[in-house]
Structures are given as structure tokens and as C-alpha cells.
């Protein structure tokens, strides 16, 4: 069971262009993460959120967490060749009853110079 | 960076040969993880470790048995490997549990079965 969806699953963009990636889920998480992983390596964890409603920013990301904690989003302003990678959320303590962590389908952004 | 080293990181092998990776951390956290990541999949969890001789399933475990008898090894075997099981494995640690507890991956290995 697949309990969270990223969308898109791929992005293009330029250099300078601002971007939004989508992770969505049916079920309740009293967590969600996010990471980002490139070619040949493990994911890397950027930013944990835990409160509905919750904006957290790094640089030029901000993570937001939806309201009824199903949904969160990642936004990328003046994307730059490094923020180039595959982004991965991951919910937990969802209403499955699991303590471990649920990781979408991940989104592969392509940042062209 | 966490100190997590998988071995090895690429092997090929035949279909039915028992297969044996093995994730080393130096960072004494309690936790560690399996996971595998395909393709429209993303990353599931195989199985768990809460401690030392302490384990549990996740997600995918059907065709995968575990070990711990150290703190800082974690083994995954594929007793008798499928086609169905190429995929890259990544292991993971935590210092606590909670689903709000960051988790540090390994780089990963790369297992084909023909």
C-alpha cells in the first residue's frame, strides 16, 4: 500500500525559475520529512515538520505541513544546478499504527544551467 | 556525514544463491534499518532494529531474514535470491525511534539476480 504520492515525479526547469513539488496522502501523519537524494548515494534528510500548518525555510526552500497533516509541499525559488536530485517525503506514525517512516514515490528535479 | 559503510556495493548473482549484505555504523545509534528502492516505489522498509538481538518486520519482508548481534553491524540475507529482489538496499540509523526521528542512509547497494 503506497500511502503517500509526490507529483510531478519529474521536473525540468531552468536556472532562476521557481518550482513546487507535492506529496499527498489519505492518511493522517503526525510527521512528515524531507529528502533529498542524488545519484549513487543515500537520502539526505532536509527538514522535519510536525505541527499543521507549519512553514519551515531553508535557503531557498520552504516546506510546508497542510493543516490536517495529510499533505505537505516543497518550494524551490531561484533553483540553481545544485538543487538538482531526487526529493523524497516520508511520513510518520501515520493512522496505520506504524512507527516507522512511509517514504513517497519521490519527485526528480533537473535544474538546467 | 554519519559513518555507514554497505557492503559490497554492486553484486551480481544467480537466482536461488543466498545473498548476504551487511551494514557497519560507528555511530552507536540503537537503530537500524533496511530498506529497498525501486522504481515507482520509492524506498520500503524490509526490517528493523530496536537493539542488539532485537528486530521486526516491515513492510516488505517476505524472502528476507535479519541479523544484529552487534551494535554496529546490521545484516540482510536473501536466503535463496529472486529476480523480484534486484534492487538498490539501503541501510539507515537512528539514535531514537519516533516518527520524527531524522534517519542517516548509507550509500547503498546495488543487487542485480539473473
Known amino acids: 500500500t503506497q500511502l503517500l504520492e509526490q507529483s510531478p515525479q519529474f521536473l525540468s526547469i531552468q536556472e532562476g525559475e521557481n518550482l513546487t513539488v507535492y506529496c499527498n496522502s489519505s492518511s493522517v501523519f503526525s510527521s512528515l520529512q524531507w529528502y533529498r537524494q542524488e545519484p549513487g548515494e543515500g537520502p539526505v534528510l532536509l527538514v522535519t515538520v510536525v505541527t499543521g500548518g507549519e512553514v519551515k525555510k531553508l535557503k531557498r526552500l520552504t516546506f510546508q505541513f497542510g493543516d490536517a497533516r495529510k499533505d505537505s509541499s516543497l518550494h524551490i525559488t531561484a533553483a540553481q544546478p545544485g538543487d538538482t536530485g531526487l526529493y523524497l517525503c516520508?511520513?510518520?506514525?501515520?493512522?496505520?499504527?506504524?512507527?516507522?517512516?512511509?517514504f513517497g514515490t519521490g519527485t526528480r528535479l533537473t535544474v538546467i544551467p | 556525514d554519519a559513518g555507514i559503510t554497505q557492503s559490497p556495493r554492486h553484486k551480481v548473482t544467480e537466482t536461488g544463491t543466498p545473498v548476504t549484505l551487511r551494514c557497519h555504523q560507528t555511530e552507536n545509534h540503537r537503530y537500524m534499518y533496511w530498506y529497498r528502492q525501486d522504481p515507482g516505489h520509492g524506498l520500503r522498509l524490509i526490517h528493523y532494529s530496536y537493539g542488539v538481538k532485537d528486530t521486526d518486520k516491515g513492510e516488505v519482508s517476505d524472502g528476507y531474514s535479519v541479523s544484529r548481534s552487534k551494535t554496529e553491524d546490521f545484516l540482510l540475507t536473501l536466503e535463496s535470491a529472486t529476480s523480484s529482489q534486484t534492487s538498490v538496499y539501503f541501510c539507515a540509523i537512528s539514535d531514537a525511534m519516533g516518527s520524527n526521528q531524522p534517519q542517516h542512509f548509507g550509500d547503498g547497494t546495488r543487487l542485480s539476480i539473473l
Open positions: 516520508a511520513g510518520g506514525g501515520s493512522q496505520t499504527g506504524a512507527n516507522n517512516l512511509f
